[in-house]
């Protein structure tokens, strides 16, 4: 079992910058596949980027080139490093863990992110 714990959400104006942290806890960091999900209101959960334990990556079209994931797996935290900020990036940002080992996934509490001027 993992728990996990965003941190570095704020509010940014448009154009700017925000790096998130997700801190693992629990397990062993390195056997889990990691996640950015992102919710805005009223709409459903969905994808931003994901990192696998050997750091293959995949984003969303939504933020590719502006949104960079990664791990320290010494650390054990999972990073979003946010460029070019758009409002329509305004949403509560979820980090997620899976197993590799047996496929079951945990989620953080999530972390609010809004873009405005």
């Known amino acids: 079992q993992v728990q996990l714990v965003e941190s570095g959400g704020g509010l940014v104006q448009p154009g700017g910058s925000l790096r998130l942290s997700c801190a693992a806890s629990?397990?062993?960091?390195?056997?889990?596949?990691m996640a950015w999900y992102r919710q805005a209101p009223g709409s459903q959960r969905e994808l931003a980027a994901a990192?696998?334990?050997?750091?293959?990556?995949n984003y969303a079209d939504s933020v590719k080139g502006r949104f960079t994931i990664s791990r320290d797996n010494a650390k054990n935290t999972l990073y979003l490093q946010m460029n070019s900020l758009k409002p329509e990036d305004t949403a509560v940002y979820y980090c997620?863990?899976?197993?590799?080992?047996?496929?079951?996934?945990?989620w953080g509490q999530g972390t609010q992110v809004t873009v405005s001027s």
């Open positions: 629990g397990s062993r960091f390195n056997i889990y596949t």
């Open positions: 997620k863990a899976v197993s590799t080992r047996t496929a079951i996934d945990y």
């Open positions: 990192i696998t334990p050997g750091r293959n990556t």
